[in-house]
């Protein structure tokens, strides 16, 4: 059984670059045409997809937040991380890593199947 | 503001059958299917509907359908663990990513 945990700084000052990490374990990153996503929560709303990195390595963000966002993978350690640059009050947010079991090409689409329990990152000096 | 249409608040009462609605365009729900999250308080959320089907474990009770650029969730037998924050998201052929509705908070009575 596959499980997800996030793990990472649980404050950042302003300007700085947020980094968090999300381990898989139970199974391997590079198995599967799952895209491993990052998704977070500002207080007391809504959900927002921050962007993923697809098995084969192609990533894809939001555009809200693309200038400022990378993900990446370290298969070696069955990780995907998220970097997010200069960040101000408004990243303040439950960041969670997902597992997306994704789409067919007849829109068939599996969603996300696999949640790690999600980090608290508040952004303050 | 999120990409997809909730209210924010449902209620109901043990029993009872609560419906919960999500209005999209045909970039998204027009196009392909919809999944839907419970997330209680405190907790990640938890794949409970994915295109019209259940994941292993989630009660019958919990249905999912959709209809040109809107869908719905049905909730029958309303129980007070039903309480919750639900979601429901589709994926996006302009984004070529997954959207999400503001989210439904779900009172039982």
């Known amino acids: 059984q596959v499980q997800l945990q996030e793990s990472g700084p649980g404050l950042v000052k302003p300007s700085q670059t947020l980094s968090l990490s999300c381990t898989v374990s139970?199974?391997?990153?590079?198995?599967?045409?799952?895209?491993w996503s990052w998704i977070r929560q500002h207080p007391g709303k809504g959900l927002e997809w921050i962007g993923y990195?697809?098995?084969?390595?192609?990533?894809h963000y939001n555009p809200s937040l693309k200038s400022r966002v990378t993900i990446s993978v370290d298969r070696s350690k069955n990780q995907f991380s998220l970097k997010l640059s200069s960040v101000t009050a408004a990243d303040t947010a439950v960041y969670y890593c997902a597992r997306d079991a994704g789409i067919t090409l007849t829109g068939y689409y599996y969603g996300m199947d696999v949640w790690g329990q999600g980090t608290t990152v508040t952004v303050s000096s | 503001q999120s990409v997809l249409t909730q209210p924010p608040s449902a209620s109901g009462t043990p029993g009872q059958t609560v419906t919960i609605s999500c209005s999209g365009s045909s970039s998204n729900i027009g196009t392909d299917t919809v999944n839907w999250y419970q997330q209680l308080p405190g907790t990640a959320p938890k794949l409970l509907i994915y295109s019209n089907q259940r994941p292993s474990g989630v009660p019958d009770r919990f249905s999912g359908s959709r209809s040109g650029t809107s869908a719905s969730l049905a909730i029958s037998g309303l129980q007070s663990e039903d309480e919750a924050d639900y979601y429901c998201?589709?994926?996006?052929?302009?984004?070529?990513?997954?959207?999400f509705g503001g989210g439904t908070k779900l009172t039982v009575l």
């Open positions: 990195i697809y098995y084969s390595g192609t990533t």
């Open positions: 998201a589709a994926w996006d052929d302009s984004l070529n990513g997954p959207v």
């Open positions: 139970g199974g391997s990153i590079s198995s599967g045409s799952y895209y």
